[in-house]
Protein backbone atom coordinates (compact mmCIF):
# COMPACT_ATOMS: atom_id res chain seq x y z
CA UNK A 1 0.00 0.00 0.00
CA UNK A 2 1.54 3.63 -1.40
CA UNK A 3 1.58 5.86 1.90
CA UNK A 4 3.10 9.06 2.33
CA UNK A 5 3.62 11.12 5.96
CA UNK A 6 4.87 14.49 5.91
CA UNK A 7 6.25 15.87 8.54
CA UNK A 8 8.01 19.37 9.80
CA UNK A 9 5.74 22.17 9.60
CA UNK A 10 5.44 24.96 12.01
CA UNK A 11 5.46 28.45 12.81
CA UNK A 12 8.43 30.41 11.53
CA UNK A 13 9.12 34.38 11.24
CA UNK A 14 9.85 35.86 7.72
CA UNK A 15 13.37 35.04 6.77
CA UNK A 16 13.29 31.66 8.81
CA UNK A 17 13.89 28.33 7.69
CA UNK A 18 11.90 25.29 7.87
CA UNK A 19 12.73 21.08 6.73
CA UNK A 20 9.36 19.22 5.72
CA UNK A 21 10.25 16.20 5.20
CA UNK A 22 8.09 12.79 3.77
CA UNK A 23 8.39 9.14 4.42
CA UNK A 24 7.34 6.64 1.69
CA UNK A 25 6.15 3.36 1.67
CA UNK A 26 5.06 1.04 -0.32
CA UNK A 27 7.37 2.35 -3.22
CA UNK A 28 10.54 3.32 -3.65
CA UNK A 29 10.98 6.61 -4.35
CA UNK A 30 14.42 6.60 -6.67
CA UNK A 31 12.56 4.52 -8.83
CA UNK A 32 9.76 7.19 -9.15
CA UNK A 33 9.30 10.90 -9.60
CA UNK A 34 8.37 13.37 -6.52
CA UNK A 35 6.30 16.49 -6.47
CA UNK A 36 5.94 19.02 -3.60
CA UNK A 37 2.57 21.07 -3.97
CA UNK A 38 0.86 23.37 -1.23
CA UNK A 39 -2.30 24.90 -0.96
CA UNK A 40 -2.86 28.21 0.97
CA UNK A 41 -5.63 29.30 2.67
CA UNK A 42 -8.77 29.50 0.04
CA UNK A 43 -6.76 28.91 -2.68
CA UNK A 44 -6.29 25.64 -4.75
CA UNK A 45 -2.96 23.58 -5.06
CA UNK A 46 0.41 25.23 -6.66
CA UNK A 47 2.85 23.16 -8.30
CA UNK A 48 5.75 23.95 -5.64
CA UNK A 49 8.92 20.95 -7.64
CA UNK A 50 8.99 18.00 -9.08
CA UNK A 51 11.88 16.04 -9.09
CA UNK A 52 12.85 13.04 -11.26
CA UNK A 53 14.16 10.72 -8.03
CA UNK A 54 16.32 8.42 -10.66
CA UNK A 55 18.42 11.53 -12.16
CA UNK A 56 17.98 13.48 -9.78
CA UNK A 57 17.15 16.66 -11.53
CA UNK A 58 14.35 18.57 -9.70
CA UNK A 59 12.19 21.61 -11.79
CA UNK A 60 10.89 24.52 -9.12
CA UNK A 61 8.09 26.97 -9.57
CA UNK A 62 9.37 30.28 -9.88
CA UNK A 63 7.98 31.87 -6.49
CA UNK A 64 10.39 29.28 -4.52
CA UNK A 65 13.08 29.22 -7.15
CA UNK A 66 16.55 30.00 -5.43
CA UNK A 67 15.12 29.35 -1.73
CA UNK A 68 13.81 25.82 -1.45
CA UNK A 69 15.89 22.78 -2.41
CA UNK A 70 14.58 19.03 -2.45
CA UNK A 71 16.79 16.42 -1.24
CA UNK A 72 16.64 12.50 -0.14
CA UNK A 73 17.35 9.99 1.95
CA UNK A 74 17.22 7.32 -0.44
CA UNK A 75 18.41 4.63 2.94
CA UNK A 76 15.19 6.12 4.46
CA UNK A 77 13.30 6.27 1.86
CA UNK A 78 12.37 9.79 2.47
CA UNK A 79 12.15 13.05 0.81
CA UNK A 80 13.16 16.67 2.11
CA UNK A 81 11.96 20.43 1.28
CA UNK A 82 14.68 22.73 2.64
CA UNK A 83 13.00 26.32 3.13
CA UNK A 84 14.78 29.28 3.49
CA UNK A 85 13.94 32.89 3.29
CA UNK A 86 10.84 31.82 3.94
CA UNK A 87 7.86 34.63 3.27
CA UNK A 88 4.47 34.96 4.41
CA UNK A 89 3.30 34.36 0.98
CA UNK A 90 5.04 30.57 1.77
CA UNK A 91 2.10 29.86 4.23
CA UNK A 92 0.05 26.84 3.16
CA UNK A 93 -0.02 22.91 3.89
CA UNK A 94 2.26 21.43 2.08
CA UNK A 95 2.04 18.02 0.27
CA UNK A 96 4.31 15.31 -1.43
CA UNK A 97 3.17 13.58 -4.10
CA UNK A 98 3.95 10.47 -5.65
CA UNK A 99 4.63 10.77 -9.75
CA UNK A 100 4.88 13.82 -11.66
CA UNK A 101 2.70 17.56 -11.58
CA UNK A 102 -0.43 15.54 -12.20
CA UNK A 103 0.31 13.00 -9.49
CA UNK A 104 -2.72 12.04 -7.47
CA UNK A 105 -1.27 9.96 -4.28
CA UNK A 106 -0.53 12.03 -1.75
CA UNK A 107 0.22 12.68 2.28
CA UNK A 108 -2.00 14.44 4.57
CA UNK A 109 0.02 17.37 4.61
CA UNK A 110 1.99 19.67 6.97
CA UNK A 111 1.11 22.96 7.67
CA UNK A 112 3.21 26.37 7.12
CA UNK A 113 2.82 29.60 8.94
CA UNK A 114 5.12 32.35 8.24
CA UNK A 115 4.12 35.46 10.80
CA UNK A 116 5.69 37.94 12.79
Known amino acids: QVQLVESGGGLVQPGGSLRLSCAAS????????MTWVRQAPGKGLEWVST????????HYADSVKGRFTVSADYAKNTLYLQMNNLKPEDTAVYYC?????????RGQGTQVTVSS
Open 97 to 105: TKGGPSGTI
Open 26 to 33: GFIISHDF
Open 51 to 58: TNMGDPVT
